[in-house]
Nanobody, 123 residues
Framework: QVQPVESGGGSVQSGGSLHLTCASS????????MAWYRQTPGKERELVAT???????TYSESVEGRFTISQDDTKRTVFLQMGSLKTEDTAMYYC?????????????????WGQGTQVTVSS
């Protein structure tokens, strides 16, 4: 199945850590990057972190310095290490795959999405 599958969410206290995993059963054709998004009811979807296939990683300002995105050597498993968690990090976290278009641009809107894993941070 092409659809990524997330795991590792849960409930933690403020200041705690969680390690999210995103797994794909096979290689995704023309994949150029994997991304983590999060969404809370009533709020817009937020891009949390991106890792490109060459290893370059980017982060939203709200998580930079606290979260780390990484991938294994097969690039079929992507991780999000979340530290120093805050209550405002509470959200459903989604893993998504971005793909190339004909001119080799890496499309911002992901083509494939996981089902999400819930992260709840309490004070």
């Amino acid at each position: 199945q092409v659809q990524p599958v997330e795991s590792g969410g849960g409930s933690v206290q403020s200041g705690g850590s969680l390690h999210l995993t995103c797994a794909s059963s096979k290689n995704i054709a023309r994949r150029c990057a994997m991304a983590w998004y999060r969404q809370t009811p009533g709020k817009e979807r937020e891009l949390v972190a991106t890792i490109f296939d060459d290893g370059l990683a980017t982060y939203s300002e709200s998580v930079e310095g606290r979260f780390t995105i990484s991938q294994d050597d097969t690039k079929r498993t992507v991780f999000l290490q979340m530290g120093s968690l805050k209550t405002e990090d509470t959200a459903m976290y989604y893993c998504a795959a971005r793909t190339l278009v004909w001119d080799n641009a890496c499309v911002v809107e992901p083509k494939y999405w996981g089902q999400g894993t819930q992260v709840t941070v309490s004070s």
